[in-house]
């Protein structure tokens, strides 16, 4: 909410900014939309592998470019601001998200006989690999400013830290996916299956456990913005 | 026309709005092209393309000779994650042209570049051993009904914990 | 009427979320109706900003300066009003 001070402190740094020139950049926006539209059209003209995956690409960049969407910020913000916006609303998507790949799940999968393998999304096995594995991510991308996606997004926005930040993920990538992986996939990872809820509890109740738990966390998140005041 | 192109264009959409749009996007990854939305492994892939042009090509036991999708000798938009990570930076780069926002940021100090590196290096090493990032293994892995995604969740939210303890200690 | 501070916080170049955490130490120490001028390039301030600010309570607007950097403007009013 703004005020009748901060309207007269707008209106005279307004004047005062007359002064500086700033140009213009949405034609270059407007251009890189006509190639953008451009290549897409030559990929589904020649019904190319990657006539989805670019397209639905860039709409999940501008997507983020465009709300600000973060998911470490949907961590971090909580506890250091005590605000939980971000973090509803990563809870909302995997909400949707849900519903929808179980949807697609139950459509493709003969129900009671197919493989793991078969099942349409990410399955992966669970091991001290993914506990490790997931701590440090958590501690990387607070302390790097952003996570996979933020980095990517940033490195479009023209953040000359977040290049380097993708410089180290790629090289903290090499290290672990090909100079040390045969320790983790000899310990921790080889022999395992993943684990898919509804072989364990049927594909119903995994639905409804998974929205109820989802459900759960939005009100808790929620409920910890009104108590929580820094 | 200049209020649609404001409030489309210009400010920030809300966050709600865009959780369902990018669910839905995950969704049709998912529909077409058989996979849902992961970054990790798109970089892994970039990386091993790197150390190829410089003449390193032994990558036995590494995560791609064992899942396959690296082609030696190939360019680098061969991996489709790859090409997918691409598409996401120029989308991002499309969105703040249209708006106008766009600038080089450049680095304010070494201390920053020290803690990128830092949290970089971290972030992919551990994407590479937990099978994915933020979006492969938490966003795509949770509502793909794998524990893993929940595992990886519980952990991600842990080393943020201590993150923000580094952050608040260290950084500001 | 009572003189009223302006205070002025450079966060030029500053990764997310520090200039905010900043903002909320400054304003801290200063006094109701003082107000907080705030610049930032940093893409995610203003909707990071624009949250904690409201659920503060203080009174806040923002221009946009040049291309990619903003003025975040915050009145603090006081909580036990």
Partial sequence: MTSERIEALKKRRQEEMKAIKTRDQSPYGWTLLIIVLGIVSVLFINQSHYMWVFPLGILIGFTLERSRFCFTASIRNPLTLGTTKLLQAVILALMVSTVFFFILQVLTLDIGNFLISEVPGTLRPIGWNTVIGGSLFGVGMVIAGGCASGTLVRVGEGFTLQMVVLMAFIAGALLAGVFHYSFWYDSFIEGREAIYLPNIIGFIPALLLQLTVLGLLYAGARKFAKRKNI | MNKIFNKVLKAPWPYWAAAIILSLLNVFLLMFTGAPWRITSGFLYWGMWVLEKFGYNDFAGSYFEIYGGFTAGESFLVNTVSVLNLAVILGALLSVLISSEFKWRRIKNFKQVAFAVFGGLLMGYGANIAFGCNIGAFFSGIPSFSLHGWVFGVFMVFGGVIGSKILMRYMV | ?81
Avoid at chain 3, 19 to 42: C, E, F, N, R, V
Avoid at chain 3, 55 to 77: A, F, L, P, S, T
């Fill in chain 3, 1 to 81: 009427m009572k003189t009223m501070k302006e205070e002025f916080l450079d966060c030029m170049h500053e990764a997310c979320p520090i200039p905010l955490i900043k903002a909320s130490k400054k304003l801290q120490k200063m006094k109701a109706k003082d107000l907080l001028i705030m610049k930032t390039d940093h893409n995610c301030s203003i909707t990071n900003v624009i949250e904690w600010v409201d659920k503060q309570g203080h009174k806040m607007d923002y221009i946009e300066i040049g291309r990619g950097e903003w003025e975040i403007y915050i009145e603090k009013v006081d909580s036990h009003e």
